[in-house]
């Protein structure tokens, strides 16, 4: 019954993958498949009540005598089928239909943003030391604490090294970066490098303004590999090239590019290492003369987030019989009015050991420095640490003292904190403590990932991207370019699904969006098929590209993509007129933005709520009568 199951549910999913079954065979085929539709000879399928019923998947796989599974090229059609290039449309449709049929609106949701994930198994009954960093781990900042970073060390950088005082006209900006990114000191490129040291294209900015791929491929000796030399990560150490990883971070890659966009503005000469390393010591300024820590005890209300929930896991912790300790950089006054805030004055019966001041990473490497121990009014003593008492506080040390004067070794200790290198990977790789990383940026990657829009639009990317793989083997002319229209289509696509997660600060650039990335913005809006119910096949997978009244007639379906010459009102090639929906579109050779078609003309007069289209539709002609003026960048 398991693998009558397994079969089915295979053979639902063959279903969407076997689209390379050209329309003369499976029209051949004389029996049909009630659990796949359609059928040919070769492939049983558990879902159909006939047992002669096979599924259409035999052209893309088959059995060899030994039982394995072969997979074979898509055939071609005969004389007396469709052209090629009528052929691969007719296989995109369809898939294009199966999608939406194999997502219905239920799979969203699966995934809980206040869950915790795991990358490795462990059994929490093992563990019987839970450590936690501070700053961003049992306690959680607001974003008005970025703002007064941002805006205290831009005041620094006025009073004490001399900047202009212009640079006061820019204020934080919350979504402006992410952590992980990268910037190029010698460049001035703040951008997002991948695993595997490529720069991806369309991340790179200088300033606030995003930089060209090609400038950014031609800065780099024509290639987007960056050398392990020049980076300043968990695996190099050069001087080039520095991450940001920490969530302090976001205000100082923030007035980093604002200081850079002022100088390039006004056309003031600068060196790039001056300016990083005066940013970089201006923001570092604020918390080692403890202004932040001074905002934060005024206003506990305005800058900490949580409380209730901290306080509940400790405890629960502690009546497990668990050991706690916390190692912190923060300092112990800091501490202390935080944790009675969110925890209660007695939170120090709840730790084995505190540490503070620890200096962390180098608390993690460094055998040199001992632990002292402060008294209740935060004074150093002298005494000399032999262990580590509960209810004592203590600072600096390092972490093969700890270990000594606790025993706490190996995968008994789970350890949290914020940063993934520090914190967490030495930690991991050089001493066997379990970790895990609180990220907070997660909950809201989650919910992205549970919407419709992005499961639609990826699992089209994975099917596409399949089709791509079985139809390559159709090489004439019409065929290439169909394929390059899927290519351009996948990238877009691609496009889409990471402006999701962190989408382009468009509102604070001065100039427009490019073509591809209207583009992109006018499918997201316009949303995959199951958005489009009542519209047919034909028009729905063509709706946002169509070609120019001046182009020369192409023959089959329309590109996609800006290389189709201009982007003007046309009526829908072999449409009958009435699903004739013609949206407003800028051209490329002319820059002129055309008006919209006779019935988005109706859906916008009607307003949003008379139309299922009505609210993308509005959306997607704002954005296309929006483009007045070219980029500077097309």
């Not at 089915?8 to 689209?19: F, H, I, M, S």
């Not at 004490?160 to 990114?181: H, N, S, T, V, W």
Request: net charge neutral; proline share 7%.
């Amino acid at each position: 019954m398991a693998g009558a199951g397994l079969r089915a549910v295979g053979c639902r999913w063959l279903r969407l993958r076997g689209d390379d079954v050209p329309g003369w065979q499976r029209a051949a085929a004389a029996s049909s498949c009630q659990g796949c539709g359609p059928s040919v000879p070769g492939h049983a399928c558990a879902g159909s009540s006939s047992p002669g019923a096979h599924c259409p998947v035999a052209s893309a796989s088959y059995s060899s005598p030994d039982g394995v599974a072969q997979r074979s090229a898509a055939p071609a059609p005969d004389a007396q089928s469709p052209e090629p290039s009528a052929y691969l449309w007719s296989r995109y449709r369809e898939m294009r239909k199966l999608v939406h049929d194999l997502l219905p609106p239920e799979v969203c949701n699966l995934l809980n943003p206040a869950a915790i994930y795991a990358n490795n198994e462990i059994s929490l009954g093992d563990v019987e030391v839970y450590g936690f960093d501070y700053d961003y781990t049992l306690a959680q900042y607001s974003d008005s604490l970025h703002s007064m970073i941002f805006n205290t060390a831009r005041e620094i950088l006025i009073q004490q090294y001399k900047y202009p005082g212009e640079i006061r006209k820019y204020d934080y900006i919350p979504d402006f970066a992410i952590r992980g990114l990268h910037y190029d000191v010698q460049k001035s490129l703040l951008m997002k490098i991948d695993a595997f040291h490529y720069v991806q294209l369309g991340t790179a900015y200088r300033g606030l303004q995003p930089v060209p791929d090609e400038e950014v491929i031609d800065l780099y000796g024509g290639t987007q590999h960056i050398p392990l030399y020049q980076m300043s990560d968990f695996y190099g150490k050069g001087p080039s090239i520095k991450q940001f990883m920490d969530i302090f971070s976001l205000p100082e890659m923030a007035l980093l590019s604002s200081v850079v966009d002022h100088f390039l503005a006004q056309s003031l000469e600068f060196d790039q290492t001056h300016l990083y390393k005066d940013v970089s010591d201006a923001i570092r300024d604020v918390h080692v003369k403890g202004l932040m820590y001074q905002w934060i005890e005024k206003d506990m209300e305005k800058y900490i987030l949580r409380g209730d929930e901290t306080h509940a896991v400790l405890t629960r912790l502690v009546n497990h019989g668990k050991k706690l300790f916390l190692i912190t950089n923060s300092p112990f006054s800091f501490v202390n009015k935080g944790m009675k805030h969110m925890v209660g004055k007695d939170w120090r019966d709840l730790f084995d050991v505190v540490i503070v001041r620890a200096d962390k990473p180098t608390f993690f490497t460094d055998r040199r420095k001992p632990f002292r121990k402060l008294d209740e009014s935060g004074v150093l003593q002298w005494d000399k640490i032999n262990h580590l008492k509960k209810g004592t506080i203590y600072r600096q040390g390092n972490l093969f003292d700890f270990l000594h004067l606790t025993g706490w070794r190996g995968s008994r200790v789970l350890y949290f904190g914020d940063h993934l290198y520090s914190d967490l990977a030495d930690l991991m790789l050089r001493h066997g403590w379990r970790t895990g990383a609180i990220i907070p940026e997660l909950e809201r990657e989650i919910n992205t990932i549970n919407t419709e829009q992005y499961m639609h639009s990826l699992t089209w990317q994975q099917a596409l991207t399949g089709l791509l793989e079985r139809m390559q083997t159709y090489r004439d002319a019409e065929s290439r370019q169909v394929l390059a229209a899927w290519m351009k289509e996948r990238q877009e696509i691609r496009s889409i699904t990471k402006n999701l997660f962190n989408p382009p600060v468009r509102k604070h650039l001065p100039h427009l969006p490019q073509p591809h990335v209207l583009l992109s913005e006018a499918r997201a809006l316009l949303g995959p098929v199951h958005g489009l119910p009542e519209l047919p096949a034909e028009l729905q997978h063509r709706l946002h590209l169509l070609p120019p009244p001046h182009a020369a007639a192409a023959r089959g379906p329309a590109l996609d993509g800006p290389a189709v010459h201009g982007l003007h009102e046309d009526a829908l090639p072999g449409g009958d007129g009435a699903h004739s929906l013609r949206l407003p579109r800028r051209c490329e050779a002319c820059r002129e933005v055309s008006r919209p078609g006779p019935a988005a003309r109706k859906v916008l007069r009607q307003g949003p709520a008379s139309s299922p289209l009505g609210a993308r539709l509005v959306g997607w002609a704002l954005r296309a009568q929006s483009v007045t003026q070219p980029s500077p960048y097309l």
